[in-house]
């Protein structure tokens, strides 16, 4: 079982950044790709950014390319995943939920809602004008 905790959402304006962090813990081996999802109001989740095991692939959503980077650290017994979301912009409120995959490769990246397997509970992110 893993557990994973967002952290470091809140109110911020037009222009402005959050950092996201995601704590995974609990049975980890081999190697997972992580990612971030949101959903906004009346929305489906998208996929925002996901990275592979070693960070060597990383994939955007067009529409946060260029303004949102993907981070991880893979400690021994804790993995530590990070979003980094700068000139924010009114389209990015919505919760935002770190995800793993715990089958398949670890070097694919996948966009694919449904084939991340653990959730955390999700951080809300308010961009204002």
């Known amino acids: 079982q893993v557990q994973l905790v967002e952290s470091g959402g809140g109110v911020v304006e037009v222009g402005g950044s959050l950092r996201l962090s995601c704590t995974a813990s609990g049975y980890i081996s081999g190697g997972y790709p992580m990612a971030w999802l949101r959903q906004a109001p009346g929305r489906e989740r998208e996929f925002v950014a996901g990275?592979?095991?070693?960070?060597?692939?990383?994939?955007?959503a067009d529409s946060v390319k260029g303004r949102f980077t993907i981070s991880r650290d893979n400690a021994k017994n804790t993995l530590m995943s990070y979003l980094q979301m700068n000139s924010l912009e009114r389209e990015d409120t919505g919760v935002y939920y770190c995800?793993?995959?715990?089958?398949?490769?670890?070097?694919?990246?996948?966009?694919?809602?449904?084939?991340?397997?653990?959730w955390g509970q999700g951080t809300q992110v308010t961009v204002s004008s």
């Open positions: 990275i592979s095991w070693s960070g060597r692939n990383t994939d955007y």
């Open positions: 995800a793993v995959r715990t089958y398949g490769s670890s070097w694919d990246v996948s966009r694919g809602v449904h084939e991340y397997n653990y």
